[in-house]
Nanobody
Framework: QVQLAESGGGLVQAGGSLRLSCAVS????????MGWFRQAPGKEREFVAA????????NYAEAVKGRFTISRDNGKNTVYLQMNSLKPEDTAVYYC??????????????????WGQGTQVTVSS
């Protein structure tokens, strides 16, 4: 059974940092591209960042470039999202996702096969 479990969310003041983790089990982690998405109340789920199988390729949404960093540890079956200089508009539920189709870093919701349950990130002004 495939499981993706996010952790590390919470409440932080604007300008602060958080590090999200996503522990994955039940699949060959090193053969899956991994992505982070977010969904704010009343909005559609949107792409945040993605990383290829060995981390050689990354992809970021324009809104988070220069502030967020995605990374992965294939030995620990875990993907991370380091979020710095957080803004109130970053408030959302953050989801990790896995895509087994290719060694790439896709940005589309429909390109991912498996999803976690999400972790809440709230940034106060």
């Amino acid at each position: 059974q495939v499981q993706l479990a996010e952790s590390g969310g919470g409440l932080v003041q604007a300008g602060g940092s958080l590090r999200l983790s996503c522990a994955v089990s039940g699949l060959s982690f090193s053969r899956y591209a991994m992505g982070w998405f977010r969904q704010a109340p009343g909005k559609e789920r949107e792409f945040v960042a993605a990383v290829s199988w060995r981390g050689g390729m990354t992809n970021y949404a324009e809104a988070v470039k220069g502030r967020f960093t995605i990374s992965r540890d294939n030995g620990k079956n875990t993907v991370y999202l380091q979020m710095n200089s957080l803004k109130p508009e970053d408030t959302a539920v953050y989801y990790c996702a896995a895509d087994g189709r290719a060694d790439w870093a896709p940005g589309g919701v429909s390109e991912y096969d498996y999803w976690g349950q999400g972790t809440q990130v709230t940034v106060s002004s």
